[in-house]
Nanobody, 125 residues
Framework: QVQLVESGGGLVQAGGSLRLSCAAS????????MGWFRQAPGKGREFVAA????????YYADSVKGRFTISRGNAKNTIYLQMNSLKPEDTAVYYC??????????????????WGQGTQVTVSS
């Protein structure tokens, strides 16, 4: 069994920064990509950022482009999300996810196989 564990969420003022971490444990697996999604109260889960294991390509939602940076850690199957210039509309539960099938679309949550439990990010105005 694979577990993804997020950390680093919290409460921050608008304009501030947070760094989320996601570490995989359990059964060894080889992801095609790992990414971050978020879900605000009363809304669906939306794509935030993803990183391809094949070539290191990164993908971002337009709403976070230029403010968030996804990166790969030195430890196996670890990713980070550096979030700068945070806005109140960034408030959500942030989920880490891993995708196995290279044919599935990287920005769609349906393409991911493993999910973390989520970490709350709250940005106050």
């Amino acid at each position: 069994q694979v577990q993804l564990v997020e950390s680093g969420g919290g409460l921050v003022q608008a304009g501030g920064s947070l760094r989320l971490s996601c570490a995989a444990s359990g059964r060894t697996f080889s992801p095609n990509a790992m990414g971050w999604f978020r879900q605000a109260p009363g809304k669906g889960r939306e794509f935030v950022a993803a990183l391809s294991w094949n070539d290191g390509s990164t993908y971002y939602a337009d709403s976070v482009k230029g403010r968030f940076t996804i990166s790969r850690g030195n430890a196996k199957n670890t990713i980070y999300l550096q979030m700068n210039s945070l806005k109140p509309e960034d408030t959500a539960v942030y989920y880490c996810a891993a995708k196995l099938d290279p044919k599935r679309i990287i920005i769609l949550s349906s393409g991911y196989d493993y999910w973390g439990q989520g970490t709350q990010v709250t940005v106050s105005s």
